[in-house]
């Protein structure tokens, strides 16, 4: 298995050094280079790809402003000189942020999460439906086994996300969009942009706050409409 790959960054230098990194790593093929998102997205309409390695600062149009304005971009990975960045990036979805200049062992340590991401996506989708009562997630260099009525939250923090039960918390080395993909969206579903609850696991609601278990979390205000519906699911009972 390969993951297709491409490069977009305004500089020679950057786009040479990458794809030098790409060509050490034997499950990464590099597909396409471009100077620019607007070529970007040109080469990925002909040509998709599984990994995009996406520069912050270029002219007429940043890697941010691309991620905010295209919604169906493949896993990124962005690699910049500013690292005053790297929320906007992580909010964006964006699967690690490097900061140059960044070694082979960083670029090595990104890629890898990019390949259990995505091995991680298509198994899901192989089996075509989900396990009724657990999962398993890479978790401090083992493998651990969540049940879903254990799991009460997850929380999104940086380059990794806080799994929430009653009695543990494990810190996991995914999105918050990559992991919400792999939970069955009739037990979770996502309240604010760090957070997916389990919403057998609500108390009750206070304003825009759910309590669960011994913890609050934030309904954002965007998605309040939408998250109480979903939550109610006509099960609220009035005079």
Do not use: W
Request: glycine residues 4%; hydrophobic residues 45%.
């Amino acid at each position: 298995m390969k993951l297709s790959c491409m490069i977009v960054d305004d500089e020679p230098l950057a786009r040479k050094v990458l794809a030098e990194y790409i060509a050490d790593v034997d499950f990464l093929e590099l597909k396409g280079k471009a100077e620019n998102p607007l070529k970007a997205n040109t080469l990925l309409a002909a040509n998709p790809v599984d990994l995009l390695f996406l520069d912050i600062n270029m002219p007429k149009l940043s890697g941010i402003e691309y991620l905010r304005s295209s919604a169906h971009l493949p896993m990124t990975i962005i690699t910049t000189a500013y690292a005053e960045y790297a929320i906007d990036g992580f909010e964006l979805n964006a699967l690690d942020y490097m900061v140059k200049p960044f070694s082979f062992e960083r670029f090595l340590k990104a890629v890898n999460k990019a390949k259990e991401h995505y091995e991680l996506k298509n198994k899901a989708a192989q089996i075509g439906s989900f396990d009724e009562s657990f999962f398993f997630v890479k978790c401090g260099g083992k493998i651990e086994k969540i049940l879903y009525d254990e799991l009460n939250y997850v929380e999104a923090m940086l380059n990794y996300v806080v799994l929430h039960t009653e009695t543990r918390k494990m810190i996991v080395y995914l999105t918050i969009k990559g992991l919400l993909e792999q939970l069955p969206a009739d037990r979770f579903l996502k309240v604010h942009k760090s957070y997916v609850v389990n919403t057998s696991k609500i108390k009750r609601i206070d304003g825009n706050d759910l309590h669960i278990g011994s913890a609050e979390v934030p309904i954002s205000q965007a998605l309040y409409e939408t998250v109480m519906k979903d939550i109610l699911k006509g099960k609220m009972i009035k005079r």
